[in-house]
């Protein structure tokens, strides 16, 4: 095993496996609390090699070993208190990336990645999607899992990579007027697209948490929430430009196929175009969290507690809509707090009573 810089101890996984456990049985008296100190002295040396996001993911000169040594240094100069943990995040490969091991190509921008399709217009009667294990693109994903398992071996949690909704998928064969009108003019192919999508979805989905197992600690996805077992956050982005009837035809079926085949799946509900659709995902018994987003546009200072109160009166656990930007919690958070989760909280280790005020507040001890 390669020599670890990485201060996370077997009694930390097993505290974090207690903690989750709990928050999901709905035993966890406090919201789950990541908190990151960064700027520790680290025992190795720093790295030279780039680390992987949107403008670097697609760029084969760069090795999985570079990305992964480049993270491992940015891991040795942190440390993680309350419900953090070291996750090697690969969303830099982009939102929806399925669609690049279906065919489709990755271009990479400063802030995203976007996936252009074989070609302009392809009928959607003509779209046959299989699974192609030679991917080049699969294979560059897979490589990076490599890396990054023969490096860690566990000790890191190595995140999911964004699969993407199947309607997203979908979109970015067909483009998103050409889908809308599909779903008037050509429902049926679009119920056989989204069939298909949908089962080569987990054929990938699985075969990239197996390859993990043997060793994995863990699981987690782009948000970092934290598994025992595979989870996933779902989500369709597509949904924001169809009303409910076309989601009850269209998604609300594969969400919750989906989100029975998973341990513990989330929605991610991005833009208020999707308030029409929360009664339906609400009755999804098994999408355990909804994601609130409010999307671009929308001012943030908007209050949307009559929406979280509703999510949260019907026992669905709520992420990242209870926090100020000065960290502290908000009133609708203390009411419920047992069912919110919060983002990753980053602070300086040179200011060390900060990140334990930070703590305190939930009752969690940080020792910086």
């Not at 079926?253 to 833009?271: F, I, T």
């Not at 018994?285 to 009559?306: C, R």
């Not at 009133?331 to 334990?356: F, M, T, V």
């Amino acid at each position: 095993m390669n020599e670890s810089h990485i201060h996370f101890t077997d009694e930390q996984y097993e505290q974090l496996r207690k903690n989750y456990r709990k928050w999901w049985n709905g035993e966890l008296e406090r919201p789950i609390v990541p908190i990151i100190t960064m700027g520790h002295e680290s025992s190795r040396e720093p790295s030279k090699n780039p680390t992987l996001q949107f403008p670097t993911a697609w760029d084969f000169s760069i090795s999985p070993e570079q990305f992964v040594d480049a993270h491992d240094w940015h891991f040795s100069t942190r440390r993680w208190h309350g419900d953090g943990f070291p996750m090697f995040p690969t969303t830099a490969f982009g939102p929806g990336v399925l669609a690049a091991f279906l065919g489709c190509t990755p271009v990479g921008a400063p802030s995203t990645v976007w996936f252009q399709p074989p070609r302009e217009n392809i009928p959607i009667e003509e779209l046959h999607f299989e699974y192609d294990e030679n991917n080049p693109y699969f294979r560059r994903v897979m490589n990076v899992y490599e890396a990054a398992m023969e490096k860690w071996h566990g000790q890191v949690v190595v995140g999911m990579v964004d699969m993407g909704g199947v309607m997203d998928v979908l979109q970015s064969f067909r483009g998103a007027e050409n889908l809308l009108m599909d779903l008037y003019d050509d429902p049926d192919e679009v119920l056989r697209c989204v069939r298909e999508i949908q089962e080569l979805w987990f054929v990938y989905y699985n075969k990239i948490n197996a390859f993990m197992a043997p060793e994995a600690r863990g699981y987690s996805q782009w948000y970092n929430l934290y598994g025992e077992e595979p989870g996933y956050i779902l989500q369709s982005d597509f949904s924001y430009m169809i009303g409910p009837d076309m989601f009850r035809t269209f998604v609300a079926p594969e969400l919750a196929s989906s989100a029975a085949r998973m341990k513990n799946a989330v929605y991610h509900m991005d833009g208020i175009g999707q308030i029409p659709h929360l009664d339906q995902l609400l009755a999804i018994k098994d999408i355990k969290g909804i994601q609130w987003v409010h999307g671009s546009g929308t001012p943030e200072l908007t209050n949307w507690d009559e929406l979280l109160e509703k999510i949260l009166a019907s026992g669905v656990k709520l992420l990242s809509c209870n926090q100020r930007p000065d960290g502290r919690p908000t009133e609708l958070s203390k009411k419920n707090p047992g069912q919110h989760a919060y983002r990753d909280w980053y602070l300086n280790a040179g200011e060390p009573d900060k990140a334990k005020a930070y703590g305190a507040q939930f009752g969690i001890e940080v020792n910086v």
